[in-house]
């Protein structure tokens, strides 16, 4: 299974910064990257596919860049809702896998 | 509007069996690939299991592989995963989700609880 590691593990920044959110594939998955946003007690949201298209409804202060090995998620002006923690997950091949998350806080 | 909704989880012994379900209603079941996902306490997302539209391609994760079995009943737009020899390990909450890659939608979430 192709494993996924995103860095840092935790993340604090303050409400108007501009935060980036590296993720690492053991191998190349070309763009098969997606980006979720979870919070907690609920269900993941879908931010970002094919490594740098929006989802339908996402701000626009959300983007992604990448492919092959390295990805990024970069938030452009943190707003209060998007304190959260944030997955990557590779789906080029079987089993399709997630990172193993950032969390993102309020500094 | 797009709904998922599990049920069937709750508190089982390990060795024990339990069995799923997901509602599914704002969409055409039949012509998407389903999925379960599960997150154990604390810890990141893990795909469990898929299944193609008419039910004849499944895929598991390593770890359940033999134990879990995901189906599907296009006629009731329902999505299953019987659980078998469950452990200590399969704790957490299991989503359900539709397709397999960029999931857009996924139901609230069922907790499953292995222990003695």
């Known amino acids: 299974a192709i494993r996924m590691t995103q860095s840092p593990s935790s993340l604090s920044a303050s409400t108007g910064d501009r935060v980036t959110i590296t993720c690492r594939a053991s191998?190349?998955?070309?763009?098969?990257l997606a980006w979720y946003q979870q919070k907690p007690g609920k269900a993941p949201k879908l931010l970002i596919y094919s490594a740098s298209t929006l989802q339908s409804g996402v701000p626009s202060r959300f983007s992604g860049s990448g492919s092959g090995t390295d990805f990024t998620l970069t938030i452009s002006c943190l707003q209060s809702e998007d304190f959260a923690t944030y997955y990557c997950?590779?789906?080029?091949?079987?089993?399709?896998?997630f990172g193993q998350g950032t969390r993102l806080e309020i500094k | 509007e797009v709904q998922l909704v599990e049920s069937g989880g709750g508190l089982v012994q390990p060795g024990g069996s339990l069995r799923l379900s997901c509602a599914a209603s704002g969409f055409t079941f039949s012509s998407y690939w389903m999925s379960w996902v599960r997150q154990a306490p604390g810890k990141g997302l893990e795909w469990v299991a898929n299944?193609?539209?008419?039910?004849?391609?499944?895929y598991y994760v390593d770890s359940v592989k033999g134990r879990f079995t995901i189906s599907r009943d296009n006629a009731k737009n329902s999505l299953y995963l019987q659980m078998n020899s469950l452990r200590a390990e399969d704790t957490a909450v299991y989503y359900c989700?539709?397709?397999?890659?960029?999931?857009?939608?996924w139901g609230q979430g069922t907790l499953v609880t292995v222990s003695s």
């Open positions: 989700a539709r397709d397999v890659n960029r999931i857009a939608y």
């Open positions: 997950q590779q789906y080029y091949s079987d089993p399709p896998t």
């Open positions: 191998q190349g998955i070309s763009t098969y």
């Open positions: 299944i193609k539209q008419d039910g004849s391609e499944k």
